[in-house]
C-alpha cells in the first residue's frame, strides 16, 4: 500500500472530536480530521521531573477513565529509564492525577530486562491485557533497538497487579526484521485478535542506509498471544511509526491511526488484512494545534504515538504525544471532544 513520509514528537495529546453520520442514519466515512477540536489550557498532562510519552485513554469498570502512558525521569533516557505509570480522571478529557506505576523493567537474565515503553491496555474477556515493548540493557540506542520485542501483562483489574506472560507475544520475522514494537490490538469480528506493529522492511548491513520502518500485521488465537506475522504488511511503502488499531462495529471496518514525518494517518481495512488509505486520509498535517485561547502550539518534531479512544463506538479523543526540541521535557495533553 502506497502512502507519503513519518515523523517523531513527545507530548499526549487528546484531540477532541465531533461525530457525524449521514442523512440517511447510516455512519458517515470516518473523517477524525474534521472532529479535531482546539486544546484547552487544562488538556496538558505534566508530571514534575519526568517526560511522559505514548498516551492511550480507556475506560475502567469503576466508570473513571484512565491513561496509560510511558514515563522516565528528565535525567535520563526513555531506552535505559522508561516505565508504565496511569493516571485517572472522572472525565475522559481530564484533568488526569498520578495513580501509580503499573510496570517496569524485569530486571537482568529476561528479554524484557531493560524498561517497559508505548504501552496499550485492552479489556478482553473479562481482564486487562497491557502491552508494552522491552528489551536487553544497553547504554546505546542502536544497539537496544535490535533487541526490542512486545511483550504482553494480565490483570483482573485495571489499576493491577499486572502479571507478566513469561515469553514475548510478538518477537521479528519476515516480513519484519530487527525489531517488533508499538503494538496497536484488536479483537476481530471472527473473536481472534489482531495486532499491527511496527518492524523493519530489511536487515541491517555494513554500509547500508537506514532500514525502513514499516506497519507489520499478526494474529493470535488469544489475546496472550503468541501472535504470528503475516505475509502482507498494511504499509510498506513509506517509513512510518506507532500505529494503533481498532475494529468498528458502525462501519464493519478495521482503522489504524498512524504518524509519518509530516502528517498523522489513517488507513482502513475490510477484513484486518488487506489496508488502504482511508477516504479522509490525513488527521492532522504539519505539527501546529490550534488552543482554544486562540494560540497556537508548535512543536519542531513533529506529533507521534497517535492513539483513538472510543464511546459508543465512535471516535471521542485522539491521543497524540509531542517530542521537546530539547529531548527532556516531553509531555502529555488532552485536548477536549466535541460531540
Not at 514475548?168 to 481472534?192: E, F, H, K, Q, W
Not at 499491527?196 to 547500508?208: C, F, L
Not at 520502518?213 to 498494511?234: N, V
Not at 477484513?271 to 488502504?276: E, I, L, M, S
Request: hydrophobic residues 35%; aromatic residues 10%.
Amino acid at each position: 500500500m502506497k502512502i507519503p513520509p513519518s515523523t517523531s514528537l513527545c507530548v499526549f495529546l487528546f484531540v477532541g472530536l465531533s461525530l457525524a453520520t449521514c442523512a440517511r442514519g447510516e455512519p458517515a466515512p470516518l473523517d477524525i480530521g474534521a472532529m479535531v477540536q482546539p486544546l484547552d489550557e487544562w488538556g496538558v498532562y505534566r508530571v514534575e521531573g519526568y517526560s511522559t510519552w505514548g498516551p492511550q485513554v480507556t475506560k475502567g469498570q469503576d466508570g473513571k477513565y484512565y491513561l496509560v502512558h510511558s514515563r522516565w525521569p528528565k535525567t535520563g533516557k526513555w531506552f535505559t529509564h522508561s516505565e508504565i505509570a496511569l493516571a485517572v480522571s472522572d472525565t475522559p478529557e481530564g484533568p488526569y492525577t498520578h495513580h501509580s506505576v503499573l510496570l517496569t523493567g524485569r530486571g537482568e537474565g529476561y528479554w524484557d530486562e531493560a524498561v517497559a515503553h508505548n504501552p496499550k491496555i485492552k479489556h478482553f474477556e473479562g481482564k486487562y491485557y497491557l502491552y508494552y515493548i522491552s528489551g536487553k540493557k544497553q547504554t546505546e540506542l542502536t544497539w537496544y533497538r535490535v533487541t526490542q520485542k512486545i511483550g504482553v501483562a494480565v490483570a483482573d483489574k485495571i489499576t493491577g497487579p499486572y502479571i507478566r506472560v513469561d515469553e514475548p507475544a510478538l518477537s521479528p520475522s519476515p516480513p519484519l526484521y530487527n525489531l517488533a514494537v508499538n503494538p496497536g490490538i484488536t479483537r476481530m469480528a471472527d473473536g481472534r485478535y489482531l495486532m499491527i506493529a511496527k518492524g523493519e522492511i530489511r536487515p541491517v548491513a555494513g554500509g547500508e542506509p537506514k532500514p525502513q520502518r514499516i506497519q507489520g500485521m499478526a494474529i493470535s488465537g488469544t489475546p496472550e498471544g503468541p501472535f504470528k506475522i503475516l505475509p502482507e504488511p498494511a504499509i510498506q511503502d513509506i517509513d512510518t511509526e506507532d500505529a494503533s488499531l481498532w475494529y468498528d462495529e458502525k462501519r464493519q471496518k478495521y482503522f489504524a491511526v498512524f504518524h509519518a514525518h509530516e502528517y498523522i494517518g489513517l488507513i482502513e481495512s475490510d477484513d484486518g488484512f488487506t489496508w488502504r488509505k482511508a477516504e479522509n486520509y490525513k488527521i492532522i498535517e504539519g505539527n501546529q494545534l490550534m488552543r482554544a485561547n486562540g494560540s497556537v502550539l508548535a512543536t519542531k518534531p513533529p506529533f507521534q504515538r497517535p492513539s483513538v479512544y472510543l464511546e459508543d463506538g465512535e471516535p471521542r479523543l485522539l491521543g497524540i504525544a509531542i517530542p521537546a526540541a530539547n529531548r527532556t521535557d516531553w509531555h502529555v495533553v488532552i485536548v477536549s471532544l466535541a460531540q
